[in-house]
């Protein structure tokens, strides 16, 4: 069940409804990351050359209504005041519309930084590289807590099984052994060992090794039992500090469902405001396996964003900003709460390195563990080198520029 949870996980975290068939590897996640930058960094340059430049219009207008103002006090002559009035009403006409260039410049390079950063996510969600890393570990993780893998114990097993069910009738013990592994599954299918079944086959087991007799020829099976209860336990308990991290990737299983969700949704919302169909943007984008081609069609999305907000300006000026501002809200909040996931998942990985320590130098599971220990490293630099939780949500933070 639990290895099931974190298949789910990955698959959610790889978003594979988007069906990607392309490799991917460290390099290529790179290069996605740098591409997208480098067009927020051009969106950004872009934006604060244009700020900048209407900041020295707005104060070179200011300064000349203000020198326009002392003429006027100064003048006396009848007509010339009526030229300078003239004149003042259009220095204010050039200044207001010059504001006005100003707030659509900062909401065109702000929206054009929530699309492209809300584009840019579902590649983020999906690094192949990650799902390969976990994928081994997890296996590894899974391997150790099952019974069935270690030397013996299949054979030791089929002995103790046929005592449970040839004696359960008459021990009401073995009896509720015997139901437990016909409901929970036979262990020798590699049933998890935890809670009231492991208790239960604790029990088993200790009735299982005081019939065994004290002869000589009996020896080896109660020195092998005395073996697999050791084991047993190791398990036992072994599986439920497991058990302990593994409720965290419950919730945040639920937490990634919820941004799948809220990623597509807001995608959806914001391809109808730009009037791109959605077939369009995935042949485009999200089934586009050259970088380069995906690059040119993100670049093209940001002049049909600037002209949707100054369209938008035109033809509702009164309520234009409201169009954006709710979209750019969200989007900054979806990514600020990816981040946020992608933190929770750092910390979780890393509460195996306890789980490791506790249990690497136990008898019968710790060579397993050792090998587990290599396996964890990996995934935590595949999952380091696909994201970085803090460096996301400060991003997040600053994504818009403040008009």
């Avoid at 999906?126 to 976990?134: H, N």
């Amino acid at each position: 069940m639990k290895t099931k949870i974190y298949l789910l996980t990955i698959s959610i975290l790889l978003l594979a409804a988007f069906n990607v068939h392309a490799q991917t590897d460290s390099i290529t996640i790179s290069l996605e990351q740098s591409l997208k930058n480098s067009l927020l960094k051009s969106i950004q340059v872009k934006t604060d050359s244009m700020d900048n430049q209407l900041g020295t219009k707005l104060s070179d207008l200011d300064q000349k209504i203000q020198m326009l103002d002392e003429s006027l006090n100064q003048t006396s002559s009848e007509t010339q005041k009526i030229e300078k009035l003239i004149e003042r009403v259009k220095l204010i006409e050039d200044f207001q519309q010059a504001e006005k260039d100003a707030e659509l410049n900062i909401y065109q390079g702000n929206y054009q930084s929530a699309i492209i950063n809300l584009v840019a996510m579902e590649r983020e969600l999906r690094p192949l590289i990650l799902f390969g890393a976990t994928r081994d570990f997890f296996q590894t993780l899974n391997s150790v807590g099952n019974p069935t893998s270690y030397p013996g114990f299949n054979e030791w097993y089929s002995g103790f099984k046929s005592f449970v069910d040839k004696n359960k009738k008459e021990s009401p013990t073995l009896s509720v052994v015997a139901n437990l592994i016909s409901l929970t599954g036979d262990l020798s299918a590699g049933t998890p060992i935890f809670g009231t079944f492991s208790q239960a086959l604790f029990t088993g087991m200790s009735s299982y090794i005081e019939s065994i007799g004290t002869g000589k020829r009996d020896k080896k099976l109660r020195d092998q039992s005395q073996e697999m209860f050791e084991l047993v336990a190791e398990l036992g308990q072994f599986t439920n500090d497991k058990n302990l991290i593994e409720t965290e990737w419950e919730a945040i299983d639920t937490e990634l469902e919820e941004l799948k969700k809220l990623y597509e949704e807001n995608l959806d919302k914001n391809l109808k405001i730009l009037d791109i169909g959605k077939k369009e943007f995935e042949r485009r984008y999200s089934k586009e396996n050259d970088a380069n081609l995906r690059y040119e069609y993100l670049n093209e999305l940001t002049n049909i964003i600037a002209r949707r907000v100054k369209h938008e300006k035109e033809t509702n000026p009164k309520n234009w900003k409201n169009t954006f501002y709710n979209e750019m809200s969200e989007i900054q909040s979806l990514k600020i709460r990816f981040g946020s996931i992608t933190f929770r998942i750092s910390e979780n990985i890393n509460k195996y390195n306890s789980l490791i320590d506790k249990y690497k130098e136990a008898k019968h599971i710790g060579p397993k563990i050792n090998d587990l220990e290599s396996k964890l490293n990996n995934l935590k630099n595949a999952f380091d080198k696909a994201f970085n939780p803090l460096e996301y949500i400060n991003a997040a933070n600053k994504m818009y520029k403040v008009d």
